[in-house]
């Protein structure tokens, strides 16, 4: 605890004086569930993981003078067997952070070593309740603490929202707690995995959703995101024609590459109000 809790300090302390963005353990010593033979992690071109398993943060904060006080927890794709983190992350961060937007992203941990995907579920909970715990510190309302993904990401997210969300009282560990219930969720391109939307569990207290597909992508068929739109009270779904499983990506050319001033004025519209979402 005490080693999480100092690292969590140097974080915020390098992250506001605009230094590079510090990446910390999510778990202090072995995750839960963890794999005592997993071997060592394989990394492609710096961008890509596979064989995760010591999952991590990387906060990129907001700067002071431009915080809103809104945060985005980011989970990227992969198929739960590899994690594009570093690539997603970077230009992602430079969009949020310029609109006050702080971006804290999760590198869960990949099937293999974890032999299913509750590992990384565990590990998206863990990255929320973190964030919660540290918000007075890194200048964040913990109200206004949402999660963005793609793809497994989208799924992973999905997954979290629709399940056991609440704290832990009387345990030792002050971080687990806090709840992790999100206060919106972004879906970009969902991959639903094994999944049909009709495993998942949208109530009226499900967060708000705002949901991204492409009518060519073939990984991520638009009756899935669909789908889950339809079950939710709270959601907003946007469909495109082409841009296949990459449309909703920053940098990217067509139609898609609005996806994250779309998101934005979402959130600034009263995501964290559902009652004036507008279908």
Not at 77 to 101: E, M, R, T
Not at 135 to 157: E, V
Not at 228 to 249: C, E, M, P, V
Request: charged content about 20%; overall charge positive; glycine content about 8%.
């Amino acid at each position: 605890m005490k080693c999480i809790a100092f690292l969590l300090l140097v974080s915020l302390i390098r992250s506001v004086e605009g230094a590079e963005p510090l990446t910390l353990p999510l778990w202090e010593g072995s995750p839960p569930g963890s794999n005592a033979n997993a071997g060592l992690e394989k990394a492609f071109n710096d961008v890509t993981s596979m064989n995760v398993s010591v999952p991590t943060l990387t906060v990129y904060l907001a700067p002071r003078a431009k915080a809103t006080g809104v945060a985005i927890v980011y989970c990227s794709g992969g198929s739960y067997n590899k994690v594009s983190h570093v690539s997603d992350a970077v230009g992602n961060a430079d969009y949020f952070l310029a609109q006050g937007i702080s971006l804290i992203v999760v590198k869960y941990r990949t099937a293999p070593p974890s032999s299913d995907w509750d590992a990384a579920l565990s590990d998206a909970r863990r990255a929320m309740r973190i964030v919660k715990h540290q918000a007075k510190k890194w200048n964040i309302d913990p109200a206004r603490i949402g999660m963005l993904g793609g793809s497994a990401g989208a799924h992973l997210i999905l997954r979290l929202a629709t399940s056991e969300q609440h704290g832990h009282p009387a345990s030792v560990d002050l971080v687990e707690r806090e709840d992790c219930r999100p206060a919106f969720v972004g879906l970009l391109s969902p991959w639903p995995g094994k999944s049909k939307f009709s495993d998942f569990k949208i109530t009226g207290d499900t967060p708000p959703m705002f949901l991204c597909s492409a009518r060519d992508d073939t990984v991520a068929p638009t009756e899935f995101a669909q789908g889950i739109a339809n079950a939710s009270a709270h959601a907003r779904l946007w469909i495109i024609d082409k841009g296949g499983h990459a449309a909703f990506r920053i940098g990217n050319q067509g139609e898609g590459a609005q996806w994250a001033e779309r998101f934005t004025d979402w959130i600034k519209q009263g995501a964290f109000n559902p009652p004036t979402l507008k279908r």
